[in-house]
């Protein structure tokens, strides 16, 4: 099995959208109404996983000048700051059956790449409890429990800075 990890398209809102649907609850996924604008405005922040060609997970954020994510970027693209200091992180989700592999690590630490690469100060993302130790191994540090009520759940914010940037 060879793991490709692709910057997505605008054509490729079906596809994001259903992989959303498959690693997220419904009142947490984006859908479509969602995808097809974030994608207009930042397509080159969004990455999709590929097993041997087939899509299997994906990454996507938008970049903010701040250090935590306000529900409302979710459903606003155009909060989207191309010259913006933080690379935020909406959703890494890899489709259950081929979890297990990698794959989510391999994504976040393409994202975490990319940041770097753009000189950003680091990247931001909100979590559940059970998510905290993945993202720790990464670097991330807990913030604590987010003002974040997005989907109903209870969110954690999560931070990494990247050492020699500014903050």
């Known amino acids: 099995m060879t793991l490709t990890i692709r910057r997505a ?16 609850p419904p009142a ?14 930042f397509a080159d922040h969004f990455w999709i996983a590929e ?13 903010i000048d701040q250090k935590v994510i306000d529900d409302v970027m979710y459903a ?12 935020s992180v909406f959703g890494i989700g890899v489709i259950p059956a081929y979890r297990g592999r990698g794959y989510a690590a391999a994504l976040m630490k393409r994202l975490i790449a990319q940041a770097r690469e753009e000189g ?22 807990s913030m604590g429990v987010s003002a974040s009520e997005h989907g109903g759940a209870k969110w954690n914010d999560m931070i990494l800075e990247f050492e020699g940037v500014g903050q």
């Open 9 to 24: 398209t605008r054509e490729d809102a079906a596809l994001v959208t259903a992989i959303e649907a498959a690693c997220f």
């Open 28 to 41: 947490e996924a984006a859908g479509i109404d969602r995808m097809t604008p974030r994608l207009a405005r």
């Open 51 to 63: 097993e041997d060609g087939l899509p299997v997970g994906m990454i996507n954020g938008m970049v």
């Open 76 to 87: 606003d693209a155009s909060l989207h700051r191309p010259d913006g200091r933080w690379q």
């Open 120 to 141: 950003r100060s680091g990247v931001v993302l909100t979590c559940k409890d059970h998510m905290i130790a993945f993202y720790e191994q990464f670097g991330y540090r």
